[in-house]
């Protein structure tokens, strides 16, 4: 990579960790940034950086997950490490850049707050 490319990887992991101080955020965002910040990387490399990025952001308790249709709540799933997992299988079965409604959410669980 680039230097450029990897400054507009971190660009992404920033804004991303940023929305999710105050909010959730879907997994689709992850992907469409990286698309933009890396416009002639290919498909595996975008999902690469995107599988990388998650790992990076599990160090601030942002973990994968659903919001309820019912109670609006955030729901995580499972095991956070076997959910980068899930989400990046379904996007490999998508076989396109994911959008809204497609895989699941980000969110940050609390006791994150000074860590970044």
Do not use: Y
């Not at 929305?19 to 990286?34: N, P, Q, R, S, T």
């Amino acid at each position: 990579m680039t230097e450029d490319e990897l400054v507009g990887l971190m660009s992404v992991t920033v804004d991303i960790s940023r929305e999710l101080e105050d909010d959730h955020v879907e997994f689709w965002k992850l992907a469409k940034g990286l698309s933009r910040a890396l416009p002639a990387a290919d498909k595996d490399t975008i999902k690469t950086c995107a599988r990388a990025m998650l790992i990076a952001l599990l160090d601030s308790n942002v973990v994968l997950g659903d919001l309820s249709g019912h109670t609006g709540l955030f729901e995580p799933w499972p095991d956070p490490l076997l959910s980068i997992d899930a989400a990046m299988a379904s996007w490999q079965e998508l076989d396109r850049e994911p959008n809204m409604g497609d895989i699941g959410w980000l969110s940050r669980l609390p006791g994150a707050e000074n860590e970044q």
